[in-house]
């Protein structure tokens, strides 16, 4: 049971930030979330990559879902990019951890005595 704990807990961390991230940039922007503008952009590179990497598997799911309806994927290939979505939303999760566990690291470590 301990060894489904970290994955399951860095998926809700991924889950829950890119949730955030892509709820905030649509309330933003007044936009759908996708793989287009305002949010992806050749001429503002970092940003678009700085919005995929944190509210990609929301835009991923978006997407999957209107192509969907429209009729221009199959089933198979929604499924395909569901388990794409939770792949990169674990993984976006196991990054954010390790990017707050080396961050208190570094706070604790500082020296604070006056």
């Known amino acids: 049971m301990d ?13 829950t930030a ?30 678009s990559l700085a919005a995929t990497a944190c509210a990609g598997p929301f835009m ?24 794409t979505a939770v792949a990169w939303a674990l993984a976006l999760g196991i990054v954010l951890i390790t990017i707050a566990s080396w961050t208190t690291g570094l706070l604790g470590s500082a020296d604070f005595s006056a």
Request: proline share 4%; aromatic share 8%.
């Open 3 to 15: 060894t489904m704990l970290l994955p399951l807990y860095a998926f809700a961390v991924g889950l």
């Open 60 to 83: 991923l799911a978006n997407e999957a879902l209107a192509a969907r309806r429209e009729g221009r994927i199959s089933m198979l290939a929604l499924l395909s990019c569901g388990c």
């Open 18 to 47: 890119c949730g955030l991230a892509g709820s905030a940039m649509e309330l933003f922007s007044g936009r759908r979330l996708a793989f287009a503008e305002p949010y992806v952009s050749p001429a503002h590179i970092v940003r």
